[in-house]
T-cell receptor
Framework: GAGVSQSPRYKVAKRGQDVALRCDPI?????LFWYQQALGQGPEFLTY????????KSGLPSDRFFAERPEGSVSTLKIQRTQQEDSAVYLC?????????????FGNGTRLTVT | AQSVTQLGSHVSVSEGALVLLRCNYS??????LFWYVQYPNQGLQLLLK??????LVKGINGFEAEFKKSETSFHLTKPSAHMSDAAEYFC?????????????FGKGTKLSVKP
């Protein structure tokens, strides 16, 4: 079956531009996560949705970052007024249930480069 | 707070040799433990996980890991490396008492396999 799909795969933005990154989770998955992976680092948690509810946004680095999942399926991560330090791979993951026993399925990520 | 330490950012082995990737965690209670593999320009794929029960867990592609509570470790091993094992490997923990299932990742170990 289809896995987690992210688009675009690559995005180049000039500093100050706004960007929107899309995530299509596996159908029926309740939980959805966004992670940021800087070069040479492990993924770092940004935000978590349970269905359409954003239950945890403690990892968002600034108020320029905004995420939504209005119908409990597709999610969008928006970054306003991009800065060079925003350059990273943004990973989306979904899981069938909530809690640590439900494995996370990751997309291939969107590589954002801010010039 | 939970944390994960992966010793060695880069490990190089010869084809057919033992693979040993080290992971230590810090947590007030034993967490759920995971190993993920990431091939270039791809998302993360679950190799194996420990949640409860037998402390030696077997995963895909011949990998296994042993949970040692006394050492707070979850090292990943494979008896005989294959060229296709070349990738980056991430150890991760999840709060056993958490409701989200969010993962905290180590910084990763890049495995190179020499012919």
């Amino acid at each position: 079956g289809a896995g987690v799909s992210q688009s675009p795969r690559y995005k180049v933005a000039k500093r100050g531009q706004d960007v929107a990154l899309r995530c299509d989770p596996i159908s029926g998955h309740v939980s959805l996560f966004w992670y940021q992976q800087a070069l040479g680092q492990g993924p770092e948690f940004l935000t978590y949705f349970q269905n359409e509810a954003q239950l945890d946004k403690s990892g968002l680095p600034s108020d320029r970052f905004f995420a939504e999942r209005p119908e409990g399926s597709v999610s969008t991560l928006k970054i306003q007024r991009t800065q060079q330090e925003d350059s990273a791979v943004y990973l989306c993951a979904s899981s069938r249930w909530t809690g640590g026993l439900s494995p996370l399925h990751f997309g291939n990520g969107t590589r954002l480069t801010v010039t | 707070a939970q944390s994960v330490t992966q010793l060695g950012s880069h490990v190089s082995v010869s084809e057919g040799a033992l693979v040993l990737l080290r992971c230590n965690y810090s947590s007030s209670v034993p967490p759920y433990l995971f190993w993920y593999v990431q091939y270039p320009n791809q998302g993360l794929q679950l190799l194996l996980k420990y949640t409860t029960g037998a402390t030696l867990v077997k995963g895909i592609n011949g990998f296994e890991a042993e949970f040692k509570k006394s050492e707070t470790s979850f090292h990943l091993t494979k008896p005989s490396a294959h060229m296709s094992d070349a990738a980056e490997y991430f150890c991760a923990v999840s709060d056993r008492n958490g409701s989200q299932g969010n993962l905290i990742f180590g910084k990763g170990t890049k495995l190179s396999v020499k012919p």
